[in-house]
């Protein structure tokens, strides 16, 4: 087994336990990290054929598809070769529930077939999404109290890798029936903020997650070379299975960085209580950009854009297309007998362009600043309508336009401020 796994240092550690004779893999001069007990064999799996003596004796093997790559199939040739009865894979669960990159579902197909046609005891674990891939939220919560990234809404069932890994040696012992696929997750699907309520209940802290513009997720995917729109990119809730093959069931464990304490890893762990134990997390719809932990603020913002863009749209359409006579002789349009054609024209088109920068940029992801700028714009356009309306003794409709100009004010104050798209 490739020792420096999540998964594989934990099925390592499980057997140890039952004296059970380990070989680990390992790329590199990593024996000395190993240990005593378990004999380390050094080489590039991509490329299996140095392998072949080492596999004399072995009974199981446990393969991620990640550390094998195109060697995959030699690999199990040279096993069946050497007398080896089981392989246990490790795959992944958008085999079955397809999501992210079909490219990555793909290669993990491909892999359950080679070992399925291979001639060995075999057994598939698709396994979610890993407790401990939330560890790469440490840095920031040791550093604050908000975790930004993409996708706050995206939904998979966490599971703890001792979970996996306790299924996992099973199988290599043979305690699990060949020729069998099993979906291992967590009972309960979480999406990111969800995860990041858990943390904060486990730490003691009011931790929060904030959405980040999700040009800003993509642009630092490329440069790391990940796929530019999130692999758990789903909103719906992710599957889930209550057990383990039976026996015996998974226990739900979670991994989290905690900030007070190093762990053999580099980083802090602690186990926090279950979701059931766990504040109320709220419910409310989000948008695609939340500042999650107040998502009522944040709901108001796009009600109150929604409000705007359909005023600023009917007076756009209204002041761009009905003839000036017309116009005129509607309550409220008196003041259309003293200005030009030209002019009114002109100031429905900019409210159509407002209908459009209230709301779209966000919805879009292109330029959501202009929602805050549009709305300051409209804070103007209030205060000349105000004041022409009162000129004309129209007390009701300057009661109206305050109200626009009050929305406008708030969806400034919002957008610029603390429930910013970029923040």
């Known amino acids: 087994m490739a020792w420096n796994g999540v998964v594989g240092r934990q099925v390592m550690n499980l057997l140890l336990q039952e004296s059970t004779a380990i070989t680990a893999v390992t790329r590199g001069p990593g024996s000395a990290a190993l240990p005593d007990d378990v004999q380390a064999v050094s080489g590039d799996l991509f490329r299996?054929?140095?392998?072949?003596?080492?596999?004399?004796?072995?009974?199981?093997?446990q393969i991620s598809p990640r550390a094998t790559g195109p060697g995959l199939g030699e690999l199990l040739r040279l096993a069946v070769r050497q007398g080896v009865q089981r392989?246990?894979?490790?795959?992944?669960?958008?085999?079955?529930?397809?999501?992210?990159?079909a490219r990555f579902a793909a290669q993990f197909q491909h892999a359950e077939d080679l070992v399925s046609s291979s001639g060995l005891d075999w057994t598939v674990l698709r396994l979610a999404d890993f407790a401990a891939n939330a560890l790469a939220w440490a840095p920031q919560i040791r550093s604050g109290d908000v975790v930004r990234g993409a996708y706050g809404r995206a939904a998979t069932s966490p599971i703890h890798e001792t979970d996996i890994a306790a299924v996992a040696a099973r199988a290599l012992r043979g305690g699990v029936p060949p020729g069998s696929i099993h979906t291992l997750t967590a009972?309960?699907?979480?999406?990111?903020?969800e995860k990041v309520h858990l943390i904060g209940a486990a730490l003691g802290r009011a931790l929060s997650f904030r959405n980040s513009r999700r040009s800003t997720y993509a642009r630092a995917c490329s440069r790391k070379g990940c796929p530019r729109r999130s692999p758990t990119a789903c909103s719906a809730p992710w599957p889930t299975t209550p057990t383990a093959p039976d026996p015996p069931p998974a226990l739900w464990k979670n991994c989290w960085a905690d900030p007070r304490a190093p762990s053999p890893t580099g980083h802090a762990t602690t186990h926090p209580p279950s979701a059931a134990d766990a504040p109320p997390i709220p419910t409310t719809p989000h948008s695609p950009h939340t500042k999650t932990g107040s998502p009522p603020m944040n709901l108001a913002l796009w009600i109150a854009a929604g409000l705007l863009t359909a005023v600023a749209l009917a007076g756009g359409i209204s002041k761009t297309f009905i003839p000036k006579a017309r116009l005129a002789a509607q309550h409220g349009g008196e003041w259309t007998q003293d200005a030009s054609t030209g002019f009114i024209k002109t100031l429905g088109v900019?409210?159509?362009?407002?209908?459009?920068?209230?709301?779209?940029?966000?919805?879009?992801?292109?330029?959501?600043?202009?929602v805050p700028?549009?709305?300051?714009?409209?804070?103007?356009?209030?205060v000349g309508a105000m004041i022409t309306h009162g000129r004309l003794g129209q007390s009701r409709l300057v009661l109206l336009n305050t109200v626009?100009?009050?929305?406008?004010i708030f969806i400034a104050w919002g957008r610029f401020g603390p429930w910013s798209f970029s923040s």
């Open 48 to 61: 299996p054929q140095w392998i072949e003596a080492a596999l004399e004796g072995v009974e199981a093997l």
């Open 187 to 193: 009972p309960q699907s979480l999406d990111q903020v």
């Open 373 to 382: 700028v549009t709305a300051a714009c409209w804070i103007a356009l209030m």
């Open 404 to 408: 626009y100009l009050a929305l406008a």
């Open 350 to 370: 900019l409210e159509l362009l407002a209908a459009i920068g209230l709301t779209l940029p966000a919805v879009l992801d292109i330029a959501p600043v202009m």
């Open 87 to 101: 392989v246990v894979l490790l795959s992944a669960t958008t085999v079955e529930h397809p999501a992210g990159e």
